[in-house]
T-cell receptor
């Protein structure tokens, strides 16, 4: 069963614009993670946000977490062609678990 | 630091044949995972090892899939016999020991399996 659900399923924007994708989950968590997957490649960990954090930044990435709404968002600012990829949120099956459940992902396309 | 290694990268087999995938995790990582990723979907965990013991194999189709992690390092995932619906990318990932405070998983490049 999928815990995290990303929205939208696909997003196409122009280079230089910002991209926002959302994730909703169902159970209580102690952390939420975002991963990127380029076509034909494995997943790469982008950022982890803990349940006691509301916002976290890493370079051009900004992640927010609202535990009351069980939702998170990933913002990529000043997008580049290299950002074209699928983005997945992942949550542990229970607090403290290493086992992650992934959503079906958001397919992001950056047009030159 | 070397990443997670997987082989082969691609495999095409006929249904009812058998196939095996190999994974070498990041050195020192106690936990190893095998995921199945069907096209257009997120990865689904098949089995999780901690050292050489199975932690979770609740979603592993045990009638045809098997996995082992001898000596707590390398791992192999086998499918016998394969079905058409097994066509997917099989991803291996590793992470440090539970309780280390690190929750991130590190993925290999995956093996793309096509069953015809």
């Amino acid at each position: 069963s999928q815990q995290g659900e990303e929205d939208p399923q696909a997003l196409s924007i122009q280079e230089g614009e910002n991209a926002t994708m959302n994730c909703s989950y169902k159970t209580s968590i102690n952390n939420l993670q975002w991963y990127r997957q380029n076509s034909g490649r494995g997943l790469v960990h982008l950022i982890l946000i803990r349940s006691n954090e509301r916002e976290k930044h890493s370079g051009r990435l900004r992640v927010t977490l609202d535990t009351s709404k069980k939702s998170s968002s990933l913002l990529i600012t000043a997008s580049r062609a290299a950002d074209t990829a699928s983005y997945f949120c992942a949550t542990p099956t229970y607090q403290g678990a290493q086992k992650l459940v992934f959503g079906q992902g958001t397919r992001l396309t950056i047009n030159p | 630091e070397a990443g997670v290694a997987q082989s082969p990268r691609y495999k095409i087999i006929e249904k009812r044949q058998s196939v095996a995938f190999w994974c070498n995790p990041i050195s020192g990582h106690a936990t190893l995972y095998w995921y199945q990723q069907i096209l257009g979907q997120g990865p689904k965990l098949l089995i999780q090892f901690q050292n050489n013991g199975v932690v979770d194999d609740s979603q592993l189709p045990k009638d045809r899939f098997s996995a082992e992690r001898l000596k707590g390092v390398d791992s192999t995932l086998k499918i016998q016999p394969a079905k058409l619906e097994d066509s997917a990318v099989y991803l291996c990932a590793s992470s440090p020991l539970r309780g280390s405070g690190s929750y991130e998983q590190y993925f290999g490049p995956g093996t793309r399996l096509t069953v015809t």
